[in-house]
């Protein structure tokens, strides 16, 4: 008999899965004294859509970024994720301490989930824990754990895992699993797009495990557990597109051919950030591939095959199911991102994006390391695997403490966007932006002139501008930049509305009642338009247009003394 200090001893599996979860929400302790920074500003502090309880039947028609302008297309239909803002709005108003800790907690529940998946589709305690380990401290979390909008990823991967663990509990007939599969699936892809990729999953596993089966009895089984998935899919693509007038809309005009091109470097971005997540930012600088090179096209291109290659090789020397379907877990989830075209130009990257596909990854590590032998020597703990997970996961855990600090709040975050991504036109908008909040104003016109230098077509950037210009009453210069956003972009109606007030100022009555009319037009909501239009309209003689105008403007904001003064003049009151 052996002896049993020689034996493998058993981990103590629920004590370490508590230290696992305990430690990934003690990496992102210090997230909880972080402001909002980034989208958070918009999407939850300015956003009234969030902050009532009357508009949640409103989510489900709408994109997230509604709440800026009406008319503008979006590609963002996630009506679960804004009821998950306003349960968080409801509980904790603007402080930003409560946000921050369900984003925690929401990671820490899907690396929970994670573990619970690798027991499940393994049967080994030592490769889940090890999955989890890693996918709760990997550093490419930091973005979507630390920026409380990034909990779109989190909130996806914990309903899209439940329903998963769920579609097992089926396969073995289990009461009422059926039902909440298809409930939590439902809650996954309205939280966000990505989810559709679930009836792909579930074909891939269903395909995975009947390889002894005739060809088409297999293909068939394999197919037939993923109809009511594609059924539930089918529907949120229904009402996606009466929500966004279609399934989605190019922000950038790219070619196929330029989009083919680029995604050898994409992927090859990613697969770097999994095995060495370094120098995060939540700006990167990857330009579009016009012209393929040695660097920007081949090598890259290279590498992804060369791990493409090792994962089959993988697989077939070692005919692991587990392998292969962690495989589809990496690579399925980042199918949705090749359509570059649906993000805007300097944003087809993001570190949030992988969220989904280092589940795949952690399986991976889980695999190998816990097929790692250990010595045979007497006393020895035949664990190197795991000792060497415990490693890894120092090192994950010091680089997610340390880059977390970057989203402390928007000056540290955009700093260090500049600082990786040099290039990167949006970075060096947004810290401009935040000079303007922090009065520093001769840096921030320095930022946007320098963004303006190098894409003088840059939408955001001449709105930007001329709205400081506008701030500062200099409409000489405000109008020349506003009526330039204009002209790159005619639907945003705050740029009409401050490029028409600079032209009143101007005493150019015609370009101002046609900016004012726009602005209107464009986005019906913003407060002082038709009292602006009345004042243009008054002043060319107009004065019966020029009453109803400001009549409208105070049918839309009774407090607007100003509009009643002219009502009161023009009417005779």
Known sequence: MTEPTQRTRKLPTGAML??????????YIGTLSFNFVYDDESQIVGNPLVQQWHYVPYYFNIHV???TNPNQAGNYYRPIFLLWMRLNDAVFGLKPFGWHLTTVLMHVLATFLVFRLAKRISQRDELALIAALIFGLHPVHV???SWIAGVTESLLAVLLLASFLFYLDWREDKPNARTFSLVFFALAIFSKETAVFMAPLVFAYEFIQQENTPWMARLWRSLRPTIPYVGITLIYLYLRSIALHGLFHKTYILSPLTNLLTLPSVLWFYVKLLVAPIRLSGFYDLPYVTAPTLHNFVLPLLGVIAVGAGLFYWWWKTRDRLVAFAAVLLVLPLLPLMNLGVFVEGEIVHDRYLYLPSIGFALLVGIALSQLKGSAAPGAVRRPGFMLAVGISIVYMILTVNQSLFWANNLVLYFRGISVAPNNNIARNDLANEFEKR???????ALYEQVLQREPNFWLANYNLGYLYFKQQDCEKAVY??????????VDGDTMFYWGQCEYSLNRLDRAELALRRAIANDPRILGTRYYLGLTLKKQGRTQEALDYFRAELSKNPKDENAREEVEQLSGK
């Open 143 to 145: 973005e979507p754990v």
């Open 439 to 445: 009065g520093m104003v001769p840096q921030a016109i």
């Open 18 to 27: 508590f230290a696992v979860l305990a430690l990934t929400f003690i990496a």
């Open 65 to 67: 970024w509604a709440h």
């Open 481 to 490: 930049f506003l009526a330039r956003a204009a002209s790159l972009n005619n």
